[in-house]
C-alpha cells in the first residue's frame, strides 16, 4: 500500500497521512496537490509532502482526488516551507496557506476569468449628456449617487475626454476598484446603473506578460562610483553568498542592480527583485521593463488571484519570466534556476509579516532560497538593518559601500526645527513652521516639488471632551480613536471598527468635542488653505487601497501634474522623483517616543530615508526636520548622514542590554477572552519557560496594546545568545506549552509566536 504525507491549510501542526488508491499510486507525486477528506465531512485541497509505505499505527482515509497531472509546488518549494515553518515556529499549514495563490488552494470553486468593469454607455459620452445626467442628480438630490459618479468620471478621466482631452487617457477600472477608492457601495453603483448612467462589462483577465521585447540598450552605462561597487559585488561573491550594497539615497543603486540582472540573465540564470512595499513596485517596474521588456514578471497581492495563478504556472513551464519583481510573497513563487536575489531597502520592517502566522522575514526566508539555489543575495539600503550591518562588519556578509550621490550631487542639507521653542512664542501655524511653510512656497514658485511627511494617517488621532478630557476608545481595543473627516467616522487603526462621531460627550454632555494631534488628512485640509495654488496629492494606506491609487498619485507627481505630496512612511520609501527640492518632516517626535528597543533606530532610518527623496537630480535639497528635542544625538547623525556613528552608539546599548543583532529574540503570545486568564495563563508560561531557559526569559508583560479585537493579549520575551541552539529551544517551548494547555482552564487560550519580532 501507499500512502502519503499531505500538508493541509489548517493551523496545526505536522502533516496528514492518507493511503493512495491503487488507481493514483503510480500518479501521485510529492508537490501534487490531492483533495483529501476531513473528519466527518469536510473535504480539504491539500499539497503531498512525501509519499512512503509506512503504515501508519491509526486508521488512515484514501486520498478522494489527484488535482494536478505535474507537481504544483517543486521539492525546492517544499523545503522551504518547512524551513520558513521550522525556524517561525508556524504551522507548516499556515506557510502553505501564505505560499499559494487562492485559486491554486481550491478555494475558489469557480475560477473567475473575467472581472467586472465600469464604463460610461456610448450615448453618454459627451460633456453635453454627463452635464444633464449631473444636474439630473443633483435635482433629485441623489447625492451618494453623484458622488460616485463624479468619482468615476475623474479616476476613469471620461470628464476629460467629454470636455474635448483625448479617449486615449481613460482608464479602465473594476467595479471593486471604484467602489474602494470611491467609499461607496453595489448598490448606489446598481442604481446608477439601472438609471443608465453608467454600465457595467466583464473583461478578460490574466493578460499577463505585454511588456513587450527586452532592450539590453536601455541600460545606463554606470558612472565611476557605481562602476567599481559592481565590480566590488562580483568580487565578494566569489567568497560570499550574500553581500550587503551600502549606498546613501540616490547613489544609483538600482541602476547597479540594473546591471547585475542583466548579467544574470545572460548567464541563463533566474533573477528574484524584492521590494518592501507595493507602492514601489509601479517605479521600479516602469525602470525595469524599460530593459528587460516581457522577461519581468510582477507578483504581489494587489494583482488579481487569477493573474498570481497564471504566473505561478509559468514559472513551473519551460519558459519561465527570467526576472520577478515583487512584495515578499513573490518569495513563494517556484524558481527553476535562480541566480541571483536583491532584496532591495532591505531595512524595511515590512518585509516581516506580522500577522497572521507565518511570521517570516523575507530577507532571512530569501537568503535561505538563495541558498538551497546555489543564488547570490544582494541587499541593498541606504540605511542597513542592524542585523545586516553587523553581518557585513563581522565578514558574515560582503560589504560594499557607495557614499556618493550619482553625479556627485550633494546630499540634501537637513535644517532642525525647534518646535517647542516656536509653539512657546507662538509662531507655530497648526503643525508648521515658518521655516517649513516658507521653503514650500518657494519651492513651489520656482516650479519645484516639496513632500511633506508625517507617520499619522487620519484627520486626527484622537477627539477628546474639552470639559472632562473624555477621550472615545474602540470597543474591542485598548486604544483611542482616529478622527477620519472625510468619512465623518471614529476608526480603530487595530481592528478596523467604524464609529459614529458622537454629538456630544456621553461623560459630562458637552458639547465641546475637539480634535487632537494631527494625521495627514487635517494636514491635507490645511496645506490646501496655506497653498490654494497648489496642487495637493496624499498618500497613506487611505487614498491607496486599490492598485491603480498608487500608481495614479507617484505617476501624477513624477509627471508634475501635483506639485505637493503629503503622506505617511509610504513616501519616505526608496521612490525616485526628480524635481523634489524640499522635504518637510513634520513631527520626529511620535516616532522617538515609541516604547520600543527599535524607536530609534526605526527614526533614524525613516527620517533618511524621508530626506534622501530631496534634491535627487537638479542641485542640492533642503528638509526641515520638525522636533521638539533638537537636542537629541538621534537628530545631530540624521543631520550628518552619519550612520556610522549611530550604528556605533546603537551596537553598544545593544550588546550591553543583550538585544539584537547580539541576542535572538522570541516573544510569545498569549490571548483570551477573559483578561484574567489571560494574565494567570502568561505568569504560568514564564514559570515553566524559566524553569527551562532561566534568566533568558523576561515577562509576561502587556504589549502597548493590551486588548485587540476583545482579545487580551500578553507577552513573554526570550532572549537567546548566539551560539544557542535554536532548535533545542524550539522543542522546549513546543513542551512547556503543551503542559500548559493541559490545564483545562486554558482551553480556549490562543498561543503563537513571534521569531525575530521587528
Ligand atoms: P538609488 O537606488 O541609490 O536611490 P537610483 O538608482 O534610483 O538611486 O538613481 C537615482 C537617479 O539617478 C535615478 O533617476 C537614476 O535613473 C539616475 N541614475 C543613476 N545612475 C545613473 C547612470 N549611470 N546613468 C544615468 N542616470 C543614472
Ligand atoms: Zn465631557
Ligand atoms: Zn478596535
Known amino acids: 500500500m501507499v500512502y502519503a504525507d499531505i500538508i493541509l491549510p489548517l493551523p496545526l501542526e505536522g502533516v496528514f497521512t492518507y493511503s493512495v488508491p491503487d488507481d493514483m499510486a503510480s500518479a501521485v507525486k510529492s508537490g501534487m496537490r490531492v483533495v483529501v477528506p476531513l473528519g466527518r465531512s469536510k473535504k480539504y485541497m491539500g499539497v503531498v509532502l512525501k509519499v512512503h509505505d509506512v503504515k501508519p499505527e491509526f486508521e488512515v482515509k484514501d486520498i478522494l482526488s489527484l488535482s494536478d497531472t505535474r507537481p504544483s509546488v517543486t521539492a525546492l518549494q517544499l523545503r522551504l516551507w518547512q524551513w520558513i515553518a521550522d525556524y517561525y515556529m508556524s504551522p507548516l499549514g499556515d506557510v502553505f496557506k501564505a505560499a499559494l495563490p487562492a485559486g491554486l488552494k481550491g ?87 439601472s438609471r443608465g448612467f453608467l454600465t457595467i462589462y466583464e473583461r478578460e483577465v490574466g493578460r499577463i506578460g505585454h511588456g513587450g521585447e527586452a532592450h539590453p540598450e536601455n541600460m545606463k552605462t554606470l558612472g565611476e562610483a557605481q562602476q567599481r561597487a559592481y565590480d566590488e559585488i562580483q568580487e565578494t561573491f566569489k567568497t560570499k553568498n550574500v553581500t550587503l550594497l551600502h549606498g546613501v539615497t540616490s547613489s544609483g543603486k538600482t541602476e ?55 504566473i505561478w504556472n509559468r514559472q513551473l513551464s519551460d519558459n519561465p519570466y527570467g526576472v520577478i519583481l515583487g512584495a515578499r510573497s513573490a518569495l513563494f513563487l517556484p524558481f527553476s534556476n535562480l541566480g541571483l536575489v536583491i532584496v532591495d531597502e532591505e531595512h524595511e520592517t515590512s518585509f516581516k509579516q506580522q500577522d497572521p502566522a507565518p511570521r517570516y522575514h523575507a530577507r532571512s526566508a530569501a537568503i535561505v532560497l538563495a541558498s538551497m539555489c546555489g543564488a547570490k543575495v544582494l541587499l541593498g539600503s541606504a540605511t542597513p538593518s542592524a542585523e545586516s550591518y553587523n553581518n557585513a562588519l563581522t565578514g558574515k556578509y560582503g560589504l560594499v559601500c557607495i557614499m556618493t550621490r550619482y553625479k556627485n550631487i550633494q546630499l540634501p542639507e537637513i535644517q532642525v526645527v525647534d518646535v517647542k521653542d516656536l509653539r512657546r512664542r507662538k509662531m507655530m501655524n497648526g503643525p508648521f513652521s515658518p521655516v517649513l511653510l516658507k521653503a514650500v512656497r518657494e519651492a513651489l514658485a520656482d516650479g519645484r516639488q516639496a513632500i511633506l511627511f508625517h507617520n499619522r494617517r487620519g484627520f486626527a488621532p484622537m477627539i477628546e471632551c474639552h470639559v472632562c478630557g473624555w477621550v472615545p476608545h474602540c470597543d474591542k481595543c485598548d486604544v483611542s480613536l482616529t478622527l477620519h473627516k472625510s468619512l465623518d467616522r471614529l476608526t480603530c487603526h487595530y481592528c478596523g471598527s467604524v464609529y459614529y462621531v458622537p454629538a456630544k460627550c456621553p461623560c459630562c454632555g458637552s458639547t465641546e468635542l475637539r480634535s487632537r494631534g494631527y494625521g495627514t488628512e487635517n494636514i491635507e485640509d490645511r496645506i490646501r488653505e496655506i497653498f490654494p495654488e497648489a496642487r495637493v496629492s496624499r498618500m497613506d494606506l487611505d487614498t491607496t487601497r486599490t492598485r491603480n491609487a498608487y500608481e495614479r498619485i507617484i505617476s501624477e507627481f513624477s509627471s508634475g501634474q501635483t506639485n505637493l505630496l503629503i503622506g505617511t512612511q509610504m513616501v519616505s520609501k526608496g521612490l525616485d522623483f526628480g524635481n523634489v527640492s524640499v522635504v518637510g518632516i513634520l513631527d520626529a517626535d511620535t516616532m522617538l517616543n515609541n516604547p520600543d528597543f527599535r524607536a530609534y533606530e526605526h527614526a533614524f532610518m525613516m527620517m533618511a530615508q524621508v530626506a534622501g527623496r530631496a534634491g535627487r537630480k537638479s542641485g542640492r535639497g533642503k528638509v526641515i526636520l520638525q522636533t521638539r528635542n533638537p537636542e537629541l544625538p538621534v537628530i545631530g547623525e540624521v543631520v550628518r548622514n552619519d550612520y556610522k556613528t549611530f550604528y556605533k552608539e546603537l551596537f553598544e546599548e545593544r550588546r550591553m542590554f543583550h538585544y539584537p543583532p547580539f541576542y535572538h529574540l522570541v516573544c510569545v503570545y498569549l490571548r483570551h477572552r477573559n483578561a484574567q486568564v489571560a494574565d494567570e495563563a502568561a505568569a504560568d508560561m514564564a514559570r515553566l519557560l524559566r524553569g527551562m531557559l532561566g534568566e533568558r526569559v523576561l515577562g509576561p508583560d502587556r504589549p502597548s496594546v493590551a486588548r485587540v479585537k476583545t482579545m487580551s493579549i500578553r507577552k513573554i520575551i526570550i532572549k537567546l545568545e548566539a551560539g544557542i541552539s535554536l532548535p533545542r529551544v524550539r522543542e522546549c517551548l513546543c513542551a512547556q506549552l503543551a503542559l500548559l494547555m493541559q490545564n483545562k482552564r486554558y482551553a480556549t487560550l490562543e498561543t503563537y509566536y513571534d521569531v525575530d519580532p521587528l
Request: glycine content about 4%.
Open 107 to 193: 478555494e475558489d470553486n469557480y475560477r473567475p476569468k473575467t472581472e467586472r468593469c465600469v464604463t460610461l454607455p456610448e450615448k453618454m459620452r459627451s460633456g453635453q449628456s454627463l452635464h444633464v445626467v449631473l444636474n439630473l442628480l443633483t435635482q433629485t438630490h441623489a447625492r451618494k449617487q453623484k458622488d460616485l459618479f463624479e468619482q468615476y468620471l475623474s479616476l476613469s478621466h471620461w470628464d476629460e475626454a467629454c470636455s474635448g482631452g483625448s479617449r486615449d487617457d481613460v482608464a479602465e477600472l473594476t467595479c471593486e476598484e471604484l467602489l474602494n477608492e470611491a467609499h461607496s457601495t453595489t448598490t448606489t453603483l446598481r442604481a446608477l446603473v
Open 256 to 310: 547597479i542592480y540594473i546591471h547585475l540582472i542583466d548579467k544574470t540573465l545572460r548567464e541563463g540564470r533566474q533573477v528574484l527583485y524584492l521590494l518592501p512595499e507595493i507602492a514601489l513596485t509601479v517605479q521600479i517596474m516602469k525602470r525595469l521593463r524599460n530593459v528587460f521588456g516581457d522577461r519581468l514578471g510582477i507578483y504581489h497581492s494587489k494583482y488579481s488571484d487569477a493573474e498570481r495563478v497564471e
